[in-house]
């Protein structure tokens, strides 16, 4: 049985990656320091399971990586933990760089200790594969589209201390030989998102009747990539991708995020309509630009494709559909973010 050191596995895409590894029978040591966006309700369903072992702490305490890795014995390590919201990193960019930079730095040296103390097979077949974002390669025009090779132009804190991070990997492979693999993919979207984020956000207020806030004019676009889909490429280059190589991951699903809002409205219109009868559109209010906004980003997964074999399952359309059902059904999940209850269990209320 293969056993992963999954780090920031509480987090949205981490514990949606968690869920998956652990039903296919994957072992999963899971390392996350809970921050506000930790929630380990997501992680109810494995409460027992013998695979998923749960250890709150940071991915910078060399001390405690160093025994998780030495107690273990994983096969491979997925850092997803890391700060992610654009946001928060222009109102507080400090804490972006300790966790996605230092943090990771940390963890990149326990890796390659342990990795020097492997042999045969096990030295061999060890991998580190760094999680990463589209955003290091700044914004687009109108045309063209990420590649592995788009220099690296990052715009906010938080992208310019993810562009760090996937340097420090691609060091760490360079310099000392560590077998690392590194994704940049588009915006995800999916269950157990944080309300943060444009989806959950905007489905959480439109449910409520609330007003729908979009940045500047709307047409800002993004590639959308279900979370599913993710989670299934990571799992895919950790099988067959080549050492040292980065590997684009994407939905084929560029929009707008007006679009993306309308398609949330009219989804709720037709399983919830507005007790006065209003259609949610109505509640769509342009607030002022984010500083920096990225115009477009779109990524060319081609040559995940073309070496791996992956496709993502869902198109846009399919995706924010389940999406959308998936918020209607696990309304408590949302409730106890929003009420900021999710947080009792690790502060051991
Ligand atoms: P998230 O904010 O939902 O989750 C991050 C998790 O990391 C949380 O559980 C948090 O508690 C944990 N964490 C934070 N600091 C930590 C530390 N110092 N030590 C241990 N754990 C820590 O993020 P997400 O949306 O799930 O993103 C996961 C990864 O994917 C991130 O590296 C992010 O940069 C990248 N990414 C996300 C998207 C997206 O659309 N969400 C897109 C591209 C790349």
């Known amino acids: 049985m293969q056993t992963l050191l999954v780090t920031g596995g509480a987090g949205f895409i981490g514990a949606n990656f968690v869920l998956q590894a652990v039903t296919d029978g994957l072992r999963i040591v899971n390392l996350d320091k809970l921050t506000y966006a930790g929630n380990l309700d997501t992680l109810k369903a494995l409460e027992g399971n013998g695979r998923h072992l749960f250890v709150q702490g940071d991915i910078g305490d060399r001390a405690l990586v160093a025994k998780l890795l030495a107690e273990h014995k994983p096969d491979a390590i997925v850092n997803f933990a890391a700060e992610s919201h654009v946001d928060r990193s222009i109102d507080g960019p400090a804490e972006f760089v300790q966790t996605n930079v230092v943090g990771t730095l940390g963890l990149l040296e326990c890796a390659r200790d342990y990795w020097r103390g492997l042999e045969g097979a096990a030295r061999e077949n060890f991998r580190f594969l760094h999680v990463s974002t589209d955003e290091v390669y700044g914004s687009l025009g109108e045309t063209g589209m990420f590649t592995e090779t788009t220099p690296y132009a990052p715009n906010s804190p938080y992208s310019a201390s993810k562009a760090a991070s996937d340097h420090l990997v691609r060091a760490f492979h360079h310099t000392y030989g560590l077998p690392t693999l590194t994704t940049n993919c588009s915006n995800n979207y999916g269950p157990y998102q944080f309300p943060e984020k444009l989806i959950p956000l905007v489905t959480a207020k439109a449910l409520a009747g609330e007003p729908l806030p979009v940045y500047g004019d709307g047409l800002n676009i993004r590639d959308w990539l279900f979370v599913g889909d993710h989670c299934s490429a990571i799992r895919r280059v950790l099988e067959a991708g080549r050492l040292g190589e980065t590997y684009n991951v994407g939905g084929n699903a560029e929009r707008t995020n007006i ?86 269990e690790r502060l051991g209320a």
């Open 259 to 344: 679009t993306v809002v309308k398609t949330i409205c009219v989804l709720l219109d037709q399983h919830r309509p507005l007790a006065d009868g209003r259609a949610r559109e109505s509640l769509i209010t342009y607030v002022k630009d984010r500083p920096g906004h990225d115009r477009r980003y779109a990524i060319d997964s081609s040559k995940l494709q073309r070496e791996l074999g992956w496709r993502p399952s869902e198109t846009f359309e399919s995706g924010i559909a389940t999406t959308v059902d998936w918020y209607l059904a696990n309304q408590p999940w949302v409730q106890r973010v929003l009420d900021g209850s999710y947080r009792m």
